[in-house]
């Protein structure tokens, strides 16, 4: 076993991302960057030791989109788990949530902390040892992602993984896990507008980067989608070949399944995982499942066994009877949508029976925050009017307005002290910002003018996660059921998790 530690690994690990400064150079090249994107993760390939046919031997299956790609290879993975329980089965998504060795899965589980360092630092001393390169646009180590990419292939290959669901990481066409010459299927989830300055302004244009997992003689499928983004999948899967194109369809019998993650969006991202898993065991181990027949037991077990922590959760305090957090790392208008939506339900923020009386009324914090260049304003936006519709739908006398008791916005840094734990250590948001509290001081603003009558004293800025989980444990709320709803950010999810000691409970 390796003498090098987790924690060590986690250090060089941090080294790799790019700061704020670099991913504004990034967007401000309008995506132009993108073009030596793939030359360059091929070079670091090989200088680890690998071709790219010898990828072909894990087996994968390749999916991207913009709402729920990770929760489809969520599906996916439990699905093959649980219909070959003899194989091994590599997971590969992200981000993380607490540990960064979630990325990297072997049958559900993440690999252990003396696994991640002996094959981190196997990766990386390949890298400094073998600095020849061809491109003069590489530098001697790749950034945070190409890294965990090429680790990924590195632990999946050394384990002898019988497949290995691989989720892209933004995009597509040009993302580092797009070096795979021949996955065994490809899926593209719901697609929307998120990443615009590296993906494009308009859904078009993110489809034409999504598409580009499509792969000559590799069936390709994906979800419905807005006429015109379906358009040019269709073209991106005649132009790079691919062997069909199904437009996939809910099965009669998924309404029968109940699926092991909440929302009625993830009957869409299900469907998707459905048809994946089915012709992906028809080709690899000639196990026949079509579309048009029951879904077999072993099928719908898996779906109903999968766990994604994060994604429109429900976690019981386990220090307080009273509180309950739901979780939900929503980053896109239209994530946002199902995620309210979600909340805004019997059974989550509502009770099971809507004539509960009013004194059964929970009080309800909502704990957001967004990253640079998303726009918390047409977040909020969406937040609102999801819970208005949702409300008027159902018949409830209460306001979208008046939902929240209570909102929070706070930064994605860790700890009071202004410290992060390693594996949630982010440098991407600049420290003048965080200083300030920017982004939070201008939710903060676009809160007030969606609801001018909210009490000012009820909006809530604060510099770290710790600080909001401090400010929901001193509330003087004893008897009343307390709903905390964290969304808006993946690291804030993870970052809460840690500070509120879910872990146990949530992961």
């Given at each position: 076993?390796?003498?090098?530690?987790?924690?060590?690994?986690?250090?060089?690990?941090?080294?790799?991302?790019?700061?704020?400064?670099?991913?504004?150079?990034?967007?401000?090249?309008?995506?132009?960057?993108?073009?030596?994107?793939?030359?360059?993760?091929?070079?670091?390939?090989?200088?680890?030791?690998?071709?790219?046919?010898?990828?072909?031997?894990?087996?994968?299956?390749?999916?991207?989109?913009?709402?729920?790609?990770?929760?489809?290879?969520?599906?996916t993975d439990s699905i093959i788990r649980h219909a070959k329980p003899d194989w091994k089965v590599g997971l590969y998504t992200s981000p993380h949530l607490?540990?960064?060795?979630?990325?990297?899965?072997?049958?559900?589980?993440?690999?252990?902390?003396?696994?991640?360092?002996?094959?981190?630092?196997?990766?990386?001393?390949?890298l400094q040892s073998n600095t020849e390169r061809a491109l003069e646009s590489t530098s001697i180590m790749p950034g945070y992602f190409r890294f965990m990419?090429?680790?990924?292939?590195?632990?999946?290959?050394?384990?002898?993984?019988?497949?290995?669901?691989?989720?892209?990481?933004?995009?597509?066409?040009?993302?580092?896990?797009?070096?795979?010459?021949?996955?065994?299927?490809?899926?593209?989830?719901?697609?929307?507008?998120?990443?615009?300055?590296?993906?494009?302004?308009?859904?078009?244009?993110?489809?034409?980067?999504?598409?580009?997992?499509?792969?000559?003689?590799?069936?390709?499928?994906?979800?419905?989608?807005?006429?015109?983004?379906?358009?040019?999948?269709?073209?991106?899967?005649?132009?790079?070949?691919?062997?069909?194109?199904?437009?996939?369809?809910?099965?009669?019998?998924?309404?029968?399944?109940?699926?092991?993650?909440?929302?009625?969006?993830?009957?869409?991202?299900?469907?998707?995982?459905?048809?994946?898993?089915?012709?992906?065991?028809?080709?690899?181990?000639?196990?026949?499942?079509?579309?048009?027949?029951?879904?077999?037991?072993?099928?719908?077990r898996g779906l109903a066994l999968t766990k994604w922590p994060g994604r429109c959760q429900q976690v019981q305090d386990p220090k307080r009877q009273n509180?309950?957090?739901?979780?939900?790392?929503?980053?896109?208008?239209?994530?946002?949508?199902?995620?309210?939506?979600?909340?805004?339900?019997?059974?989550?923020?509502?009770?099971?029976?809507?004539?509960?009386?009013?004194?059964?009324?929970?009080?309800?914090?909502?704990?957001?925050?967004?990253?640079?260049?998303?726009?918390?304003?047409?977040?909020?936006?969406?937040?609102?009017?999801?819970?208005?519709?949702?409300?008027?739908?159902?018949?409830?006398?209460?306001?979208?307005?008046?939902?929240?008791?209570?909102?929070?916005?706070?930064?994605?840094?860790?700890?009071?002290?202004?410290?992060?734990?390693?594996?949630?250590?982010?440098?991407?948001?600049?420290?003048?910002?965080?200083?300030?509290?920017?982004?939070?001081?201008?939710?903060?603003?676009?809160?007030?003018?969606?609801?001018?009558?909210?009490?000012?004293?009820?909006?809530?800025?604060?510099?770290?996660?710790?600080?909001?989980?401090?400010?929901?444990?001193?509330?003087?709320?004893?008897?009343?059921?307390?709903?905390?709803?964290?969304?808006?950010?993946?690291?804030?999810?993870?970052?809460?998790?840690?500070?509120?000691?879910?872990?146990?409970?949530?992961?």
């Open positions: 076993m390796s003498s090098y530690t987790y924690s060590e690994a986690v250090e060089k690990l941090n080294s790799l991302q790019s700061n704020a400064a670099t991913l504004e150079a990034v967007r401000a090249s309008g995506g132009r960057l993108s073009q030596f994107a793939i030359p360059e993760m091929l070079e670091y390939l090989g200088r680890i030791g690998y071709t790219p046919e010898k990828l072909n031997d894990l087996n994968v299956i390749h999916i991207t989109g913009t709402k729920g790609k990770g929760s489809t290879s969520a599906f607490v540990a960064v060795r979630e990325r990297i899965r072997i049958n559900g589980e993440p690999i252990s902390e003396e696994l991640f360092a002996k094959y981190f630092f196997e990766v990386w001393n390949r990419t090429l680790l990924a292939f590195h632990t999946f290959l050394e384990s002898n993984v019988d497949a290995t669901i691989l989720e892209v990481g933004v995009g597509g066409t040009y993302d580092s896990t797009n070096v795979v010459p021949k996955p065994v299927v490809t899926g593209i989830t719901a697609l929307g507008i998120d990443h615009v300055a590296v993906l494009g302004k308009t859904i078009e244009e993110i489809a034409w980067q999504k598409g580009g997992i499509y792969k000559e003689g590799v069936p390709a499928s994906t979800v419905n989608q807005p006429e015109t983004a379906m358009k040019v999948l269709k073209e991106r899967a005649e132009e790079l070949k691919a062997s069909s194109f199904t437009v996939v369809n809910q099965p009669a019998q998924l309404s029968k399944v109940k699926l092991g993650l909440a929302g009625k969006h993830q009957v869409e991202n299900a469907t998707l995982a459905l048809h994946l898993a089915r012709h992906f065991l028809e080709l690899k181990d000639s196990q026949s499942f079509p579309d048009s027949e029951q879904i077999p037991d072993v099928l719908a509180a309950r957090w739901f979780l939900d790392g929503a980053h896109t208008v239209e994530s946002l949508q199902c995620c309210f939506g979600w909340f805004a339900s019997p059974g989550a923020a509502l009770p099971e029976s809507l004539s509960a009386s009013e004194s059964e009324k929970p009080f309800r914090v909502l704990i957001f925050n967004c990253t640079s260049g998303r726009s918390g304003d047409t977040f909020l936006g969406t937040a609102l009017e999801t819970i208005k519709s949702r409300l008027a739908a159902l018949r409830v006398e209460e306001t979208a307005e008046g939902f929240f008791d209570r909102v929070i916005f706070c930064t994605n840094i860790t700890y009071a002290d202004g410290h992060s734990k390693g594996d949630l250590n982010n440098k991407t948001v600049a420290a003048d910002d965080l200083a300030a509290l920017k982004t939070q001081q201008e939710l903060a603003s676009a809160w007030a003018s969606h609801v001018p009558s909210y009490p000012k004293s009820d909006i809530l800025v604060l510099p770290s996660i710790e600080h909001a989980v401090r400010s929901i444990d001193g509330f003087s709320v004893e008897k009343q059921l307390i709903q905390i709803l964290v969304s808006g950010s993946l690291h804030l999810v993870g970052g809460v998790i840690e500070v509120a000691g879910l872990s146990k409970v949530a992961l």
